[in-house]
């Protein structure tokens, strides 16, 4: 290939249409107007209908716990888990992660303190838990990233010696197992996402996983009258129900995830064949599981040794209608609402600044075949013979 080739150059797009990161599936035609005739001739559309029944028995089989509450979206199921769980005062999370995460706890009236990661796997460091303990921690909120995981084996150990409450943020590990058991069998509660993004879609939509019957009825309660079961007096609810139409589009995405999952490694595999031999672009792996969902495929750029920055090289692929992405960026300690309250900290997140800076999504999901990675490798490597050219042609480093 010859570097006139890329668009930003003058050649034409690599790509007819934007190709998107995020799995975006769509169910066929048929199977989608089938569920949808269900609902018009039970015409129920909401308040714990039997699609949602449904789901969350299928969801509690599947991720191996005793409850699944489903509900509107992953980040009403974090705000509802800080509800339950009646955190106060401070929760740590990592700072690289999606800005839900912390949102969420803003939302319940905690001060989210920031920890960093772990450079290999973007992961929380638990070594760097110590320096953020104080009397007004009350909880940690793991997060389950890359469809990977933190270290949750260690994190129950760190939480229960120093009697902190653990929960975890699993919107990227649906499906991902640790040893020989799901992500949600770890900490309180673990929240999942099934936005339309996620490798399980109900195009917006989400669920919280635990083993703890109270908290369950609890978290029930939370979400609405319908489907509460047994009252347990709560102080807010959150009307945070899941749609039928949603569980419909959930429950064709759950039965299909094994064909989609496969396809995900399949494609991460490629992507790992055809990236190995360039220099300064490292693929980072699902940390912590011994079963990947491989939904993100997430590398990091080293300026020097690939001769082109991180966010020069974004810009050459959008040209080409590769959408990858700069995520997460800015770190969440550095977004609105959090940025001040970061300075005062005084906290140093040296590997999550850094990560934000180099790391870079590329697309992997349903609308991504072996050809298209084969296309965007062989892009990525004429980019990097280029850089200097191209470092000069668009103005930057
Ligand atoms: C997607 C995501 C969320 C939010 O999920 P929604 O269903 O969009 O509310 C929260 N945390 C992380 C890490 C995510 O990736």
């Not at 635990?210 to 908290?215: C, R, S, V």
């Amino acid at each position: 290939m010859k570097k006139e080739t890329l668009a930003i150059l003058g050649g034409g797009a690599a790509f007819d249409k934007p190709l998107p990161v995020g799995q975006l599936y769509f169910p066929s035609w048929d199977r989608y107007k089938s569920a949808m005739h269900g609902i018009f001739q039970r015409k129920y559309y909401t308040n714990q209908g039997p699609l949602v029944q449904e789901l969350e028995h299928k969801l509690e089989r599947f991720l191996g716990v005793k409850n699944v509450i489903c509900v509107t979206n992953g980040t009403i199921g974090l705000m509802m888990a800080s509800e339950a769980m009646m955190l106060s005062g401070k929760v740590i999370l990592p700072s690289f992660t999606f800005i839900a995460s912390a949102q969420a706890l803003a939302w319940a009236g905690i001060d989210p303190v920031f920890c960093d990661i772990d450079p290999n796997t973007h992961q929380l460091d638990v070594d760097k838990l110590d320096a953020l303990i104080d009397n007004d921690v009350t909880a940690i909120m793991g997060v389950n990233l890359w469809g990977g995981a933190c270290d949750t084996v260690r994190l129950e150990k760190y939480a229960q010696a120093r009697n902190l409450k653990l929960f975890f943020d699993s919107a990227q590990a649906f499906g991902s197992m640790v040893g020989e058991t799901s992500v949600a069998n770890f900490g309180s509660v673990s929240v999942f996402s099934f936005h339309a993004t996620k490798v399980v879609s109900a195009t917006e939509g989400g669920c919280l996983a635990t083993n703890d019957d109270a908290l369950a009825a609890k978290l029930r309660n939370i979400r609405s009258s319908y489907g509460a079961g047994a009252p347990v007096p709560v102080v807010k609810t959150s009307n945070g129900r899941m749609s039928e139409a949603q569980a419909a589009i959930a429950l064709m995405s759950l039965e299909d995830f094994p064909q989609n999952q496969s396809k995900n490694e399949m494609l991460f595999n490629k992507y790992k064949k055809c990236l190995k031999d360039l220099p300064g672009i490292e693929l980072i792996h699902p940390a912590g599981v011994t079963f990947s969902n491989y939904q993100y495929v997430v590398c990091e750029i080293d300026e020097k040794a690939f001769g082109m920055g991180r966010d020069t090289l974004l810009t050459i692929l959008n040209a080409d209608n590769i959408i990858a992405r700069r995520y997460f960026y800015p770190g969440v300690h550095r977004s609105v609402g959090f940025e001040s309250k970061y300075q005062q900290d005084a906290n140093s997140l040296t590997v999550t600044e850094e990560v934000c800076e180099s790391a870079i999504q590329f697309p992997i999901g349903a609308l991504v075949d072996e050809s298209a990675v084969d296309k965007i490798c062989g892009i990525i490597a004429l980019i990097q013979e280029n850089s200097e050219y191209l470092n000069a042609f668009l103005g930057g480093g």
